[in-house]
Protein backbone atom coordinates (compact mmCIF):
# COMPACT_ATOMS: atom_id res chain seq x y z
CA UNK A 1 0.00 0.00 0.00
CA UNK A 2 0.96 3.54 -0.83
CA UNK A 3 2.19 5.39 2.16
CA UNK A 4 0.97 9.81 2.18
CA UNK A 5 2.87 11.34 4.90
CA UNK A 6 -0.20 14.27 4.64
CA UNK A 7 -2.84 11.65 5.65
CA UNK A 8 -0.56 10.54 8.91
CA UNK A 9 -2.65 11.97 12.14
CA UNK A 10 -5.46 13.47 10.08
CA UNK A 11 -9.31 12.74 11.32
CA UNK A 12 -11.20 11.24 8.66
CA UNK A 13 -14.41 10.36 8.60
CA UNK A 14 -15.94 7.15 6.95
CA UNK A 15 -19.97 6.20 6.55
CA UNK A 16 -20.62 2.71 6.52
CA UNK A 17 -17.36 1.48 7.43
CA UNK A 18 -18.62 -1.23 9.11
CA UNK A 19 -18.52 -3.74 5.92
CA UNK A 20 -17.42 -4.61 2.38
CA UNK A 21 -15.47 -1.53 0.70
CA UNK A 22 -15.89 0.89 3.45
CA UNK A 23 -14.26 -1.48 6.02
CA UNK A 24 -11.28 -1.70 3.70
CA UNK A 25 -11.19 2.20 3.51
CA UNK A 26 -11.21 2.36 7.59
CA UNK A 27 -8.12 -0.17 7.66
CA UNK A 28 -6.71 1.98 4.79
CA UNK A 29 -6.48 4.99 6.65
CA UNK A 30 -5.83 3.55 9.65
CA UNK A 31 -2.72 1.99 8.41
CA UNK A 32 -1.53 5.14 7.27
CA UNK A 33 -1.73 6.57 10.80
CA UNK A 34 -5.15 8.57 10.20
CA UNK A 35 -7.29 9.23 13.18
CA UNK A 36 -10.27 7.58 11.89
CA UNK A 37 -13.80 7.73 12.97
CA UNK A 38 -16.30 5.50 11.33
CA UNK A 39 -20.12 5.08 11.57
CA UNK A 40 -22.26 2.18 10.39
CA UNK A 41 -26.06 0.69 11.77
CA UNK A 42 -24.24 -2.61 11.66
CA UNK A 43 -23.13 -2.14 15.44
CA UNK A 44 -21.96 -5.28 16.00
CA UNK A 45 -19.48 -5.47 12.98
CA UNK A 46 -18.34 -1.77 13.68
CA UNK A 47 -17.06 -2.45 17.43
CA UNK A 48 -15.55 -5.37 16.09
CA UNK A 49 -13.51 -3.46 13.52
CA UNK A 50 -12.97 -0.83 16.19
CA UNK A 51 -11.57 -3.13 18.81
CA UNK A 52 -9.33 -4.73 16.31
CA UNK A 53 -7.81 -1.47 15.37
CA UNK A 54 -7.12 -0.24 18.54
CA UNK A 55 -7.41 3.41 20.11
CA UNK A 56 -6.76 5.12 15.98
CA UNK A 57 -10.09 3.84 15.43
CA UNK A 58 -13.59 4.84 16.64
CA UNK A 59 -17.12 3.62 15.82
CA UNK A 60 -20.14 4.82 16.14
CA UNK A 61 -23.52 3.44 15.41
CA UNK A 62 -25.21 6.21 13.28
CA UNK A 63 -28.47 6.06 11.03
CA UNK A 64 -27.53 8.03 8.33
CA UNK A 65 -31.14 8.61 7.58
CA UNK A 66 -31.95 10.14 10.82
CA UNK A 67 -30.22 14.23 10.42
CA UNK A 68 -30.07 14.26 14.23
CA UNK A 69 -28.11 11.13 14.24
CA UNK A 70 -25.63 13.27 11.99
CA UNK A 71 -24.99 15.84 13.34
CA UNK A 72 -24.53 14.42 16.70
CA UNK A 73 -22.05 11.87 15.60
CA UNK A 74 -20.20 15.27 13.67
CA UNK A 75 -20.50 17.17 16.40
CA UNK A 76 -18.83 14.44 18.93
CA UNK A 77 -15.45 14.42 16.69
CA UNK A 78 -15.24 18.32 16.55
CA UNK A 79 -16.32 19.25 19.53
CA UNK A 80 -15.89 15.78 22.24
CA UNK A 81 -18.90 13.61 24.00
CA UNK A 82 -19.81 14.76 27.19
CA UNK A 83 -17.73 12.01 28.85
CA UNK A 84 -14.48 14.00 26.85
CA UNK A 85 -15.92 17.60 26.54
CA UNK A 86 -12.73 20.30 27.42
CA UNK A 87 -12.22 23.55 26.60
CA UNK A 88 -10.20 22.40 23.59
CA UNK A 89 -11.37 24.18 20.28
CA UNK A 90 -12.61 22.31 17.85
CA UNK A 91 -10.81 19.81 15.98
CA UNK A 92 -10.44 19.88 12.33
CA UNK A 93 -11.98 17.38 10.16
CA UNK A 94 -9.25 16.55 6.86
CA UNK A 95 -11.34 14.12 4.48
CA UNK A 96 -14.91 12.97 4.76
CA UNK A 97 -15.40 10.06 2.77
CA UNK A 98 -19.22 9.28 2.06
CA UNK A 99 -19.47 5.72 1.39
CA UNK A 100 -22.21 3.77 2.85
CA UNK A 101 -25.54 3.24 0.73
CA UNK A 102 -28.23 0.29 -0.03
CA UNK A 103 -28.79 -0.94 -3.62
CA UNK A 104 -31.65 -2.82 -3.54
CA UNK A 105 -33.38 -4.63 -6.75
CA UNK A 106 -36.75 -2.63 -7.19
CA UNK A 107 -38.77 -2.92 -10.49
CA UNK A 108 -41.00 0.41 -11.32
CA UNK A 109 -44.01 -1.21 -10.80
CA UNK A 110 -43.38 -2.49 -7.17
CA UNK A 111 -41.64 0.83 -5.70
CA UNK A 112 -43.14 2.73 -3.24
CA UNK A 113 -42.75 6.71 -2.75
CA UNK A 114 -41.08 5.28 0.83
CA UNK A 115 -39.10 2.83 -0.98
CA UNK A 116 -37.75 5.79 -3.13
CA UNK A 117 -37.48 8.26 -0.21
CA UNK A 118 -35.57 5.84 1.93
CA UNK A 119 -33.05 4.94 -0.40
CA UNK A 120 -32.60 8.72 -1.26
CA UNK A 121 -32.02 9.35 2.41
CA UNK A 122 -29.24 7.01 2.45
CA UNK A 123 -27.56 7.34 -0.84
CA UNK A 124 -28.22 10.87 -1.65
CA UNK A 125 -29.43 12.84 1.28
CA UNK A 126 -26.71 11.63 3.79
CA UNK A 127 -23.92 12.47 1.74
CA UNK A 128 -25.11 16.27 1.70
CA UNK A 129 -25.97 16.84 5.18
CA UNK A 130 -22.39 15.44 6.06
CA UNK A 131 -21.08 17.46 3.61
CA UNK A 132 -23.06 20.11 5.42
CA UNK A 133 -21.52 19.29 8.95
CA UNK A 134 -18.36 18.59 8.49
CA UNK A 135 -16.76 21.37 5.88
CA UNK A 136 -16.76 24.10 8.04
CA UNK A 137 -14.75 22.14 9.91
CA UNK A 138 -12.00 21.42 7.12
CA UNK A 139 -8.67 23.21 6.99
CA UNK A 140 -8.49 25.89 4.19
CA UNK A 141 -6.66 24.47 1.68
CA UNK A 142 -6.69 20.74 3.05
CA UNK A 143 -9.97 19.34 2.98
CA UNK A 144 -11.55 16.77 0.64
CA UNK A 145 -15.06 14.51 -0.16
CA UNK A 146 -14.65 11.78 -1.53
CA UNK A 147 -18.25 10.39 -2.64
CA UNK A 148 -19.03 6.93 -3.98
CA UNK A 149 -21.12 6.38 -6.74
CA UNK A 150 -21.33 3.21 -8.81
CA UNK A 151 -20.12 1.82 -12.49
CA UNK A 152 -23.96 0.80 -12.21
CA UNK A 153 -24.63 4.93 -13.60
CA UNK A 154 -23.25 4.13 -16.66
CA UNK A 155 -24.59 0.90 -17.07
CA UNK A 156 -27.86 1.75 -15.93
CA UNK A 157 -29.77 -2.13 -15.74
CA UNK A 158 -32.97 -2.96 -15.55
CA UNK A 159 -34.85 -2.88 -11.59
CA UNK A 160 -32.49 -0.91 -10.61
CA UNK A 161 -33.69 3.15 -11.50
CA UNK A 162 -33.97 4.24 -7.93
CA UNK A 163 -30.30 3.30 -6.88
CA UNK A 164 -29.19 4.38 -10.02
CA UNK A 165 -30.90 8.11 -9.35
CA UNK A 166 -29.11 7.98 -6.94
CA UNK A 167 -25.80 7.27 -8.10
CA UNK A 168 -26.39 10.12 -10.69
CA UNK A 169 -27.09 12.40 -8.27
CA UNK A 170 -24.18 11.55 -6.00
CA UNK A 171 -22.09 12.54 -9.60
CA UNK A 172 -24.21 15.65 -9.99
CA UNK A 173 -24.00 16.57 -6.12
CA UNK A 174 -20.09 16.23 -6.43
CA UNK A 175 -19.54 18.95 -9.71
CA UNK A 176 -21.74 21.47 -8.20
CA UNK A 177 -19.87 21.12 -4.55
CA UNK A 178 -16.11 21.26 -5.72
CA UNK A 179 -16.98 24.49 -7.25
CA UNK A 180 -18.85 25.82 -4.46
CA UNK A 181 -15.75 24.52 -1.72
CA UNK A 182 -12.98 25.27 -4.55
CA UNK A 183 -12.30 28.60 -3.00
CA UNK A 184 -11.62 27.37 0.44
CA UNK A 185 -9.26 24.92 -1.53
CA UNK A 186 -11.62 21.95 -0.55
CA UNK A 187 -11.40 19.01 -2.98
CA UNK A 188 -14.89 17.40 -3.97
CA UNK A 189 -14.79 13.85 -6.09
CA UNK A 190 -16.65 11.21 -7.22
CA UNK A 191 -15.34 7.01 -6.82
CA UNK A 192 -17.07 4.96 -8.42
CA UNK A 193 -16.04 1.33 -8.16
CA UNK A 194 -17.32 -1.82 -10.88
CA UNK A 195 -18.16 -4.66 -9.82
CA UNK A 196 -16.24 -5.53 -6.58
CA UNK A 197 -16.20 -8.51 -4.79
CA UNK A 198 -17.46 -8.01 -0.95
CA UNK A 199 -19.02 -10.51 1.21
CA UNK A 200 -22.07 -9.32 0.34
CA UNK A 201 -22.23 -9.23 -3.35
CA UNK A 202 -20.27 -12.83 -3.40
CA UNK A 203 -23.09 -13.64 -1.09
CA UNK A 204 -25.93 -12.57 -2.80
CA UNK A 205 -25.14 -11.90 -6.55
CA UNK A 206 -21.34 -13.35 -7.87
CA UNK A 207 -21.94 -16.69 -9.00
CA UNK A 208 -19.53 -18.49 -11.35
CA UNK A 209 -21.48 -17.25 -14.51
CA UNK A 210 -21.24 -13.54 -13.21
CA UNK A 211 -17.97 -13.56 -12.79
CA UNK A 212 -17.08 -14.82 -16.21
CA UNK A 213 -19.18 -11.91 -17.27
CA UNK A 214 -17.47 -9.60 -15.23
CA UNK A 215 -14.29 -10.78 -16.26
CA UNK A 216 -14.89 -10.46 -19.60
CA UNK A 217 -16.88 -7.02 -19.40
CA UNK A 218 -13.57 -5.23 -17.91
CA UNK A 219 -10.65 -4.25 -20.22
CA UNK A 220 -8.28 -6.23 -17.46
CA UNK A 221 -10.15 -9.39 -16.24
CA UNK A 222 -8.97 -9.54 -12.85
CA UNK A 223 -11.62 -9.19 -10.12
CA UNK A 224 -11.55 -5.86 -8.52
CA UNK A 225 -11.79 -6.34 -3.90
CA UNK A 226 -12.79 -3.62 -1.88
CA UNK A 227 -8.34 -2.69 -1.15
CA UNK A 228 -8.21 -1.79 -4.58
CA UNK A 229 -11.17 0.96 -4.52
CA UNK A 230 -9.69 2.38 -0.63
CA UNK A 231 -6.69 2.76 -2.06
CA UNK A 232 -8.23 5.36 -5.17
CA UNK A 233 -10.24 6.79 -1.89
CA UNK A 234 -6.89 7.55 -0.58
CA UNK A 235 -5.13 8.80 -3.35
CA UNK A 236 -7.82 11.41 -3.57
CA UNK A 237 -7.69 12.12 -0.14
CA UNK A 238 -4.38 13.23 0.34
CA UNK A 239 -2.14 16.42 -1.52
CA UNK A 240 -0.68 13.85 -3.80
CA UNK A 241 -4.09 14.41 -5.82
CA UNK A 242 -4.10 18.31 -5.39
CA UNK A 243 -4.54 19.11 -8.90
CA UNK A 244 -8.12 17.23 -9.33
CA UNK A 245 -11.11 18.12 -8.25
CA UNK A 246 -14.99 17.64 -9.26
CA UNK A 247 -14.55 14.65 -11.21
CA UNK A 248 -15.66 10.85 -11.33
CA UNK A 249 -12.85 8.50 -11.35
CA UNK A 250 -13.93 5.35 -12.63
CA UNK A 251 -12.17 2.71 -10.51
CA UNK A 252 -13.95 -0.47 -12.43
CA UNK A 253 -10.96 -1.94 -14.91
CA UNK A 254 -12.26 -0.51 -17.99
CA UNK A 255 -15.43 -2.17 -17.89
CA UNK A 256 -17.83 1.63 -18.24
CA UNK A 257 -14.56 2.40 -21.21
CA UNK A 258 -16.45 0.09 -23.43
N1 LIG B 1 -19.76 -3.66 -3.94
C1 LIG B 1 -19.87 -3.21 -5.19
O1 LIG B 1 -19.75 -4.00 -6.15
C2 LIG B 1 -20.08 -1.74 -5.48
C3 LIG B 1 -20.04 -1.34 -6.81
C4 LIG B 1 -20.21 -0.01 -7.11
C5 LIG B 1 -20.45 0.91 -6.10
N2 LIG B 1 -20.50 0.49 -4.82
C6 LIG B 1 -20.73 1.52 -3.79
O2 LIG B 1 -19.72 1.41 -2.80
C7 LIG B 1 -20.26 1.78 -1.52
C8 LIG B 1 -20.05 0.65 -0.51
O3 LIG B 1 -20.70 -0.51 -1.01
P1 LIG B 1 -20.47 -1.96 -0.40
O4 LIG B 1 -20.64 -2.90 -1.52
O5 LIG B 1 -19.26 -1.99 0.42
O6 LIG B 1 -21.78 -2.08 0.52
P2 LIG B 1 -22.05 -3.02 1.83
O7 LIG B 1 -23.50 -3.28 1.84
O8 LIG B 1 -21.12 -4.18 1.84
O9 LIG B 1 -21.66 -2.03 3.00
C9 LIG B 1 -22.41 -0.84 3.16
C10 LIG B 1 -22.41 -0.48 4.62
O10 LIG B 1 -23.25 0.68 4.78
C11 LIG B 1 -24.06 0.47 5.92
N3 LIG B 1 -25.31 1.24 5.83
C12 LIG B 1 -26.34 1.03 4.97
N4 LIG B 1 -27.33 1.88 5.25
C13 LIG B 1 -26.93 2.65 6.30
C14 LIG B 1 -27.52 3.70 7.05
N5 LIG B 1 -28.78 4.14 6.80
N6 LIG B 1 -26.81 4.26 8.05
C15 LIG B 1 -25.55 3.81 8.35
N7 LIG B 1 -24.96 2.82 7.68
C16 LIG B 1 -25.64 2.24 6.67
C17 LIG B 1 -24.32 -1.03 5.96
O11 LIG B 1 -24.69 -1.48 7.25
C18 LIG B 1 -22.98 -1.59 5.51
O12 LIG B 1 -22.11 -1.83 6.60
C19 LIG B 1 -21.73 2.12 -1.78
O13 LIG B 1 -21.85 3.51 -2.00
C20 LIG B 1 -22.05 1.35 -3.06
O14 LIG B 1 -23.12 1.91 -3.76
C21 LIG B 1 -20.33 -0.83 -4.47
Not at 41 to 63: I, K
Not at 103 to 114: E, G, H, Q, T
Not at 160 to 181: D, N, P, Q
Not at 222 to 228: G, P, Y
Request: proline share 5%; aromatic share 6%; hydrophobic share 45%.
Amino acid sequence: MPSYSDLQDATVLITGGANGIGAAIVRSFHAQNARVFFCDTDATAGHALAAELGPRAAFTQVNLMREAEIIRWVKSITHGTKKTKSAAPPQPIHALINNAARDPRMSLASMSVKDWDDLFATNLRAYFLLARETAPHMPAGAGAIINLSSITFHIAPAEMSAYVATKGGVIGFTRSLARELGPRGIRVNTVSPGWIMTPRQLKQFVTPKIKKQIRSSQCVPELLQSEDIAEVVLFLSSTASRAITGQEILADRGWAHS
